[in-house]
């Protein structure tokens, strides 16, 4: 004798074939569990039947973002990776609390923290914050980094909010609650100094946040990757070769936005003027990482530009998103000039800022 049951869609299923399904779906799970396992364990996937790469972290460089952190809001860790001889290690992961109510932030006081591409720029003593806060500034614990949130990402999309932290606290069992913030990334104190010898505030270390790690296998992984490198060459070489129109066409013309505001017909008469006045151009790029996270992603490198005009170096920021034609373009670029002297922003066991 069958039985059948009736399905969500209406259909009839017996009890043979819905235990066959159920023993698929926890394969498929365990199957997961294990890729997770494996890749935050700092493990290759080479020896399995395909090899997988985590999504966010498309190309790294040995020197502007040689360490990168990774938050995973939804199993309350935070993963360091590091560029070792160029390939991506995990050194290892730390427990956090995260906001207090799960979502990606959308505005100041939801409680939620941000999921997407920041970096960390700056830090904050304990004595430092007790004076800007008062006692309350004792939540904080031995210090806090601070994100460039909002992002010009955020911006575009309407989000608000500020004052997004990396920091320890005073009070451990918020850690174990895994949702216990206003927003910001906790960590404790002892955890706190260990991250801080891979900080660098100078130039900012990238600090992705997202629900889940998610991956790609090696075929998805070299096309994206390939598809990037060639807009990005692209780009270089319209802009080395002073190719006005084929320079312009990398931007998007509806959403390009300049660091002072300005908008895309502005941006394009300005680089007109420079290019016709341009009588040559020599122009270097260095240590370019790509990073990416849901539908944008963000590219960074060193940049030399020498012309008859200005002699310059500095430290270049994209954020590409695609348009309607699913075409990458550029809608946000930074230009910063790097410290006269570049140096960690810790020496070992965080002293510089932990003594």
Not at 134 to 161: E, H, R, V
Not at 261 to 287: L, N, Q
Not at 319 to 345: D, H, T
Request: net charge positive; proline share 3%.
């Amino acid at each position: 004798m069958q039985f059948f049951l009736p399905t969500r869609k209406g259909y009839l299923i017996n009890l043979v074939q819905l235990a066959k399904l159920n023993a698929v779906k926890r394969i498929r799970d365990g199957l997961k569990q294990i890729f997770t396992i494996l890749f935050c364990s700092g493990l290759s996937f080479s020896g399995l039947a395909e090899e997988f790469f985590l999504s966010n972290i498309v190309q790294t460089d040995q020197v502007y973002s040689k360490n990168i952190f990774v938050v995973e809001k939804g199993r309350h860790l935070l993963h360091l990776f590091t560029n070792e001889n160029n390939q991506l290690k995990k050194l290892y992961s730390v427990p956090i609390a995260s906001g207090k109510i799960p979502g990606d932030k959308e505005y100041q006081g939801d409680k939620k923290t941000p999921e997407g591409i920041y970096f960390l720029g700056g830090f904050y003593k304990s004595d430092q914050l007790i004076k800007m806060y008062g006692d309350y500034g004792k939540i904080y614990g031995i210090g806090a980094f601070t994100s460039d949130y909002p992002n010009p990402i955020d911006k575009m999309d309407g989000k608000t909010g500020d004052g997004i932290w990396l920091h320890s606290t005073n009070d451990v069992s918020r850690i174990e609650k895994g949702l216990d913030s206003r927003g910001c990334v906790v960590v404790n104190d002892e955890n706190l100094k260990k991250l801080s010898d891979y900080i660098e505030i100078d130039i900012g270390t990238p600090y992705i946040v997202t629900q889940e790690l998610k991956y790609w296998n090696k075929e998805t992984y070299e096309k994206n990757k390939s598809e990037l490198q060639s807009f990005f060459n692209s780009w270089v070489t319209a802009w080395r070769g002073q190719n006005i129109n084929d320079y312009l066409s990398h931007y998007d013309e509806k959403r390009f936005k300049t660091t002072r505001g300005a908008r895309f017909p502005s941006f394009k008469a300005r680089k007109k003027r420079v290019f016709k006045a341009t009588e040559y151009a020599k122009i270097d790029m260095d240590h370019v990482s790509i990073l990416h996270f849901e539908d944008y992603v963000v590219v960074r490198m060193k940049q030399s530009y020498e012309s008859n005009l200005m002699n310059d170096s500095g430290f270049k920021t994209l954020y590409l998103r695609k348009n309607k034609n699913y075409q990458w373009k550029i809608v946000w670029e930074q230009f910063n000039k790097l410290p006269a002297e570049r140096e960690l922003a810790f020496s070992k066991s965080g002293k510089r800022y932990f003594e």
